[in-house]
């Protein structure tokens, strides 16, 4: 009886799936659901029918992550939760859970950041992406307008007070710039191996193996080879690998 239930369970959450494939926010209401049930492989399947079709969020990627982390599918589950914290730097759950995987692929350490990184992501998740180097352009465009005003007419107090403003918050958007720039460079050449495997010695089949490694693990992407690349790990170990054996954090846009 119990098995009979799944089963009307699953074709239940199949059936509407079909249904509402054309609607995301009921797909994603519709997952919640499923994985709420019980029924984790419906969800998985739902959050990556919405992922296949261009949609993502913190919320999506935190919840595919959570559910291939309750089927102990590691690999994935730290790359959706990766990608959930890029959206959500400041999420305490995607942190925590995010912390419960590492340790369970042994990830223990964190790759060097630059030290306006936190600032940087924060002001990110609010204002978006372009949102510094849009402060940034309005700062060094009030400038010139000052500059110029002054150029047109007498010397003012409003002038200089504003010639001055304008200044000193071009320069406090400097660092920031310069640190999402830095950001953006790191985190686009992370990725996260796919199955276990191990650092080569040289880009070649069947080199030694400089380190093995587990599925899940978090690599930097250093150097280009064809088919292979070389990375970096967070502990300081380098080696290479195959491409196929990795998936990019920064999801590839086109």
């Not at 419906?42 to 919320?59: F, K, P, Q, T």
């Not at 640190?179 to 276990?196: F, H, K, N, P």
């Amino acid at each position: 009886m119990k098995n009979h239930s799944r089963l009307i369970l699953v074709l239940g959450f199949t059936g509407l799936a079909l249904v509402l494939k054309g609607n995301p926010t009921d797909t994603f209401r519709l997952a919640n659901e499923a994985h709420e049930k019980g029924a984790v492989d419906d969800a998985i399947r739902l959050y990556e029918n919405l992922v296949e079709h261009g949609y993502g969020s913190s919320d999506l990627y935190y919840n595919l992550g959570t559910s291939y982390s309750t089927k102990e599918q590691w690999s994935k589950a730290r790359l959706y939760l990766e990608r959930a914290r890029l959206r959500d730097p400041s999420s305490t759950p995607i942190e925590h859970n995010l912390r419960f995987v590492q340790d369970k692929v042994g990830d223990h350490y964190a790759f060097p950041r630059y030290p306006l990184s936190h600032t940087v992501e924060k002001m990110s998740a609010i204002v978006g992406s372009n949102g510094i180097p849009m402060l940034f352009f309005l700062c060094f465009l009030g400038l010139c307008s000052c500059l110029i005003y002054l150029k047109q007419v007498p010397s003012t107090v409003w002038g200089r007070r504003s010639l001055l403003i304008s200044g000193v918050a071009l320069l406090c958007t400097v660092p920031l710039l310069l640190g999402q720039i830095a950001l953006e460079r790191q985190q686009a050449s992370m990725v996260v191996l796919m199955t276990d495997g191990h650092l080569s010695a040289i880009p070649e089949e069947g080199s030694d193996a400089v380190e093995q490694l587990a599925a899940g693990v978090k690599l930097s992407v250093t150097e280009d080879y064809g088919n292979w690349l070389k990375v970096d790990m967070a502990n300081g170990s380098q080696g290479w690998i195959h491409r196929d054996m990795i998936n990019p954090i920064v999801e590839k846009r086109g």
